[in-house]
């Protein structure tokens, strides 16, 4: 099996895949991939949808506004010992 097969949401999905790379690398991949399972779960810590493919669910309903403040992302703390 290649990499791209054992993947195809990511191949589906190219512009989601780059936003949650960056997320990755920003706030650490263990948080990401929690709400990414969550999601993938059909909970609502994670939802996205590009070209017709959609992972997740919507946490409120399609048009909903929320301020910015009410994201709540944490960065890892880098001098925390794990």
């Not at 190219?14 to 920003?26: C, H, L, Q, W």
């Not at 070209?51 to 919507?58: D, K």
């Not at 048009?63 to 992302?73: V, W």
Request: hydrophobic share 45%.
């Amino acid at each position: 099996m290649t990499a791209a097969a054992a993947k195809p949401l990511r191949q589906a999905m190219p512009r989601v895949a780059e936003f949650i790379d960056a997320a990755r690398e920003a706030f650490g991949a263990a948080a990401v991939d929690r709400a990414i399972r969550n999601g993938m779960a059909g909970g609502t810590d994670f939802y996205a949808s590009e070209a017709g493919h959609t992972v997740g669910r919507l946490p409120v309903a399609p048009g909903a506004s929320f301020p910015f403040d009410a994201l709540q992302i944490t960065r890892p703390n880098k001098d925390a010992k794990p």
